[in-house]
């Protein structure tokens, strides 16, 4: 009998060697319910495109086109390219339930720009501490979106061009591998 470790469980995201972890559907709709409108919608941004934080946050009103979310290149991690993600129909929903600006800056700060990462940051982690959730970041957003992806059978080509990864390899160690799904891939040899 094979015994699997859980490396992921050995290592948690707060000593910063482990990944962020993967929402459950539980976790999830806990953490969820426990954010204002204005996270909720931040997150599900991250969660429904699976962007980064960073850029989720920088997105103004302008950058929803019919029913598409574009992100800027100048606010995408390396600059390089403009890329726009249809809206999911769950994201349209909590577009619908979020009282946002018309123009300018989806989520403002104190300052009257962006909301600042460590403001989206401490938000969820009140959630998660309301919630008793270890482990998650607002990076398991874009994680779980990702790894949801590529468990739906989505090419790693298409994933790459939804996250806006420059090299496979990297969008590679995004992607969570259950126990399971490797059980289940040895069983076809």
């Known amino acids: 009998m094979c015994l699997l470790i859980d490396v992921k469980e050995q290592m948690p995201k707060s000593n910063r060697y482990g990944k962020a972890k993967i929402w459950t559907d539980s976790d999830l709709e806990q953490v969820l319910s426990e954010l204002d409108e204005r996270m909720r919608c931040l997150f599900s941004i991250c969660l429904y495109t699976g962007c980064r934080i960073s850029e989720a946050r920088q997105l103004r009103a ?13 606010t995408t991690k390396g600059g390089k390219r403009t890329r726009q993600v249809e809206m999911h129909d769950t994201l349209k929903t909590v577009f619908g339930e979020t009282e946002l600006p018309a123009t300018g800056y989806l989520f403002t700060g104190k300052n009257g720009g962006c909301i600042t990462r460590q403001t989206a940051d401490a938000a969820l982690r009140k959630a998660c501490d309301l919630t008793g959730l270890r482990g998650y970041s607002t990076h398991s957003f874009r994680r779980t979106a990702l790894t949801r992806l590529s468990n739906a059978g989505v090419p790693l080509r298409v994933i790459q061009e939804i996250s806006g990864h420059a090299d496979l390899g990297v969008l590679q160690k995004y992607l969570e591998v259950s126990p399971a799904q490797v059980k289940a891939a040895i069983s076809n040899i």
């Open 62 to 74: 302008e950058n929803i086109v019919n029913d598409c979310i574009v992100f800027q290149s100048e």
